[in-house]
């Protein structure tokens, strides 16, 4: 057994502490931006390769507890560094305070440079030659953690399983402006009472067709991790994880397993797609062009061309498809990044206005960061789910039509 911390996104945590205790049947301890959980390496595998909500993974590889600095290069020397690096591979050490741990250590760089250099000087009196460091894509990342402990801090050094993060799909080239992150896109559906069985979905205002994208994977049980495990499996290299190249995966034989599961996703992915004979639909809509354009080739670099349908329409006059159950889950706007604010009371009030007039009996969902725009809705809501999008708190508004 392996303790490894799983993060996700602020506000997502009982998301992910349902879909860790899903795949592993195991319950996790969960804190702000994540979740703990003593685990095999196998079962963490599943988490990486299936979780929708989670952002890295990360193992638990030493803990001590320090009075000071000065504790910290000889006790890290302790460990056995030769499990995780090799002197070909580049390394980098990013270090994290908790608030008790930020009134008395101000400088992070120096703890990661106390740690690197433990790492280092380890390596040379054992070969006498070093990994280097690489500050943009290392093929180690480790991340150390100083957080109070009674008259003591203690110090955590973890390693980081995946490299890119989970969120990373690998279905977006180009950036429309203000897309939702993969994962918090998985987050706003799972929180929303969408029946993929019976529910048409519609985005009427899609942009690179997030939601669309991630609603699909939902809908049709596609392992978030799908396309890199094909491209993995096609290429016969396991090298975009991170935990890949590390000697301690190597050792415990867990490539083999990785690549089982691997080929599972890919097999899984073309029989679920090749099967999937839904009446309910995924449709899209944007009144902006290029952005339905970069919508097309992300579905299309998704695979999901025939699963899901986009075009060009205004989210004032979009209506359901008549006598069929729908819902609708979107994300406006909200002014930080994109439109500007006036003109975005008119479309918050009108777009509101045709909710009402053609979505009695549907469940509409909108995601917003601007309290103000959403009062603009004359709506009730029947939910509001606070939610993060990186720095903005936001809310996932419900509103019961039905
Ligand atoms: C915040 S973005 C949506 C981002 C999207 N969720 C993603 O992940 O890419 C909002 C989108 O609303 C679209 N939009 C603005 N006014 C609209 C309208 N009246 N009808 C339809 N779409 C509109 C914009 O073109 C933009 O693509």
């Avoid at 000087?121 to 991340?143: G, W």
């Amino acid at each position: 057994m392996n303790i490894f911390f799983i993060s996700c996104q602020k506000g997502n945590e009982p998301l992910l502490e349902q879909e860790v205790m899903n795949l592993t049947n195991k319950k996790p301890t969960t804190g702000i931006g994540g979740v703990e959980l003593n685990c095999s390496d196998n079962e963490i595998l599943d988490v990486i390769l299936n979780s929708r909500v989670a952002s890295r993974a990360l193992k638990l590889i030493k803990v001590f507890d320090i009075s000071n600095e000065k504790d910290i290069y000889a006790l890290a020397k302790q460990t056995n560094w030769d499990l995780y690096l090799t002197t070909e591979m580049t390394f980098k050490v990013e270090t994290i305070f908790d608030s008790v741990a930020k009134t008395q250590f101000k400088n992070s760089v120096y703890i990661s440079q106390l740690i690197k250099d433990s790492i280092v000087d380890s390596f040379k009196e054992l070969y006498s030659i070093r990994p280097n460091i690489n500050l943009t894509n290392p093929d180690v990342l480790f991340q150390v953690r100083l957080a109070g402990k009674h008259d003591k801090f203690s110090c955590t050094i973890s390693i980081d399983l995946t490299g890119s993060p989970m969120s990373n799909r690998g279905y977006r080239t180009k950036f429309a402006e203000a897309p939702l992150r993969e994962n918090l896109a998985a987050a706003i559906i799972l929180n929303t009472l969408w029946d993929p069985t019976k529910d048409h979905l519609i985005d009427p205002m899609c942009g690179s067709g997030t939601i669309l994208i991630e609603a699909a994977l939902i809908k049709y049980n596609i392992a978030p991790s799908y396309l890199h495990a094909i491209n993995a499996v096609n290429a016969n290299n396991f090298n975009y994880w991170s935990m890949s190249k590390q000697p301690w995966f190597k050792a415990n034989n867990l490539i083999e397993i990785l690549k089982e599961k691997l080929s599972l996703i890919q097999k899984s992915f073309i029989e679920n797609v090749k099967n999937s004979n839904s009446e309910s639909l995924i449709e899209g809509f944007d009144n902006d062009e290029k952005v339905l354009k970069i919508a097309n080739e992300s579905i299309s670099l998704a695979k999901l061309e025939n699963l899901i349908s986009i075009s060009s329409g205004d989210c004032r006059t979009v209506t359901p498809i008549p006598d069929e159950p729908c819902v609708i889950i979107t994300n406006p706007p909200y002014g930080e990044r994109l439109g500007q604010e006036s003109d975005l009371r008119i479309l918050y009030y009108e777009f509101g206005e045709n909710i009402k007039k053609n979505f009695k009996g549907h469940k509409v969902y909108i995601f917003t960061g601007n309290p103000d725009l959403r009062k603009k809705i004359s709506l009730q809501t029947s939910k509001r789910i606070p939610m993060y999008n990186g720095g903005i708190e936001c809310r996932l508004l419900e509103y019961k039509l039905w």
